[in-house]
């Protein structure tokens, strides 16, 4: 697995607080004088927004369906003009509110293993991977209090999810990226300063 320096992955089960936690970071980032740029997946562009529909309902596709568009809205968030790895390498930082672990473990769990492994295994990997961790009740709660809930946010899906993070976090920390697990559980500025310590380091 290559590694793409500077590059930074927030992921956990929905209603974790990857994207809360971004926002953060992108206060914090201000006059810093360092680039930063904070992204997402599924992104704002073609792909990204075919993917929002389904996930919202207004659109039915398949899950292998589903694991190709991921990929393919993950190649351009990588790879198009202005995307990550252009970014990466001019020197700024780059976070995105989830990645390549997402497939792994969500189309994992709707269309098995192998197709999301296959259509992600020339992604590089991180360099950076914080896990929120969250108790899906309290995820679900937390979702429930936004009003409406997408495709995958139910009891029986979260719990997969949780359990194949477990599964697949070893597999980034073994090939050399810097896995930080985060308590989720804890107050929005607790988990703020924890995230912020590790990313104050490299500057
Ligand atoms: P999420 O970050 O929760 O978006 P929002 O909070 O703005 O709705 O991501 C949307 C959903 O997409 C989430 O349930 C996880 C799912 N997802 C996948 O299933 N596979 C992927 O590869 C990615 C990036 C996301």
Known sequence: MDILPNFIVFEGGDGAGTSTQLNLLREKMEGRGRRFFPTFEPTNGPLGRVLRSALEGELTLKGET??????????????????????????????????????????????????????????????????FELDPLCALERIQGRGKQDLFEYREFQEKVCRRYQDILPRYRDAGVEVITINAAQPIETVAEAIWKVIAALL
């Open 66 to 131: 589903l694991a190709f568009l991921f990929a393919a809205d993950r190649n351009e968030h990588l790879y198009g003009p202005g995307g990550v790895r252009e970014r990466c390498r001019e020197g700024a930082i780059v976070v995105s509110d989830r990645y390549v672990p997402s497939s792994l473990v969500y189309q994992g769990i709707d269309c098995g293993d192998e197709l999301p492994q296959r259509l992600n295994e020339g992604f590089p990997a991180p360099q950076i991977l914080f896990y």
